[in-house]
């Protein structure tokens, strides 16, 4: 599976969009990208994924560039509550086993 | 909404112990997974489980280590010897298969994890 890159931190105003990178130079064309964040010790929660076409859900858009070799996470509107260290996770992984990193702790602040 | 539980959600045990740890998956899923995070690291991989049977599993998952599904509901970790080293929050999760039409692809879902106290 490919590495991903994320910055170590970042805050965000609360109300605002928080925008989370992460860079994925080395994905091969069949792996996914997955977005996983982890509330304070709690088991990590599933927000989002995708392949090359950009995904909205409920919680989170995700944005993939053209040439697959970063992505985006967009919380549209932050709350205190998002709070958590966000996981980007490329998988291509047959039995859906997920390869943790550091991740990116996003402090959102009122 | 369906949720993964765990039971206890703390377990402390002296070294040499065995412990089991369960899990009770969300009814429908048929992949399941253990997960560990020792304090302040990563969030690692142990073991997936299929059919009824493990499907991969990682270096940490020696022969100390076992899983069952021992009543069809039930999803169990099994350490047999413990050490100290084995301190950690254990993740259970289960996850199933999205089928679109060009992909196939695995969303998971989290418990809330067992703190194991190894002294």
């Known amino acids: 599976d490919a590495k991903t890159t994320q910055p170590p931190s970042m805050d965000c105003a609360e109300g605002r969009a928080a925008n989370l990178p992460c860079n994925h130079s080395t994905i091969s064309g069949n792996e996914y990208v997955y977005w996983y964040r982890q509330i304070h010790s709690q088991g990590p929660q599933y927000i989002i994924h995708?392949?090359?076409n950009n995904e909205t859900n409920e919680m989170a858009s995700l944005i993939i560039t053209e040439d697959r070799k970063s992505s985006t996470l967009i919380l549209p509107h932050a709350t205190l509550r998002d709070t958590a260290v966000y996981y980007c996770i490329a998988s291509t992984d047959s039995w859906g086993k997920l390869q943790f990193g550091a991740g990116t702790q996003v402090v959102v602040t009122p | 909404e369906p949720e993964v539980t765990q039971t206890p959600s703390h377990q402390v045990t002296q070294m040499g112990q065995e412990v089991i740890l369960r899990c009770v998956p969300i009814s429908n899923h048929l992949y399941f997974y253990w997960y560990r995070q020792i304090l302040g690291q990563k969030v690692e991989f142990l073991v997936s489980?299929?059919?009824?049977?493990?499907?991969?599993k990682s270096e940490i998952f020696d022969d100390q280590f076992s899983v069952e599904r021992p009543d069809g509901s039930n999803f169990t970790l099994k350490i047999r010897s413990t050490k100290l080293e084995d301190s950690a929050m254990y993740f259970c999760a289960t996850g199933e298969v999205v089928t679109g039409l060009d992909r196939t692809t695995y969303e998971q879902y989290f418990g809330p994890g067992t703190r194991l106290t190894v002294t």
């Open positions: 995708g392949l090359k």
């Open positions: 489980f299929y059919n009824n049977e493990i499907s991969e």
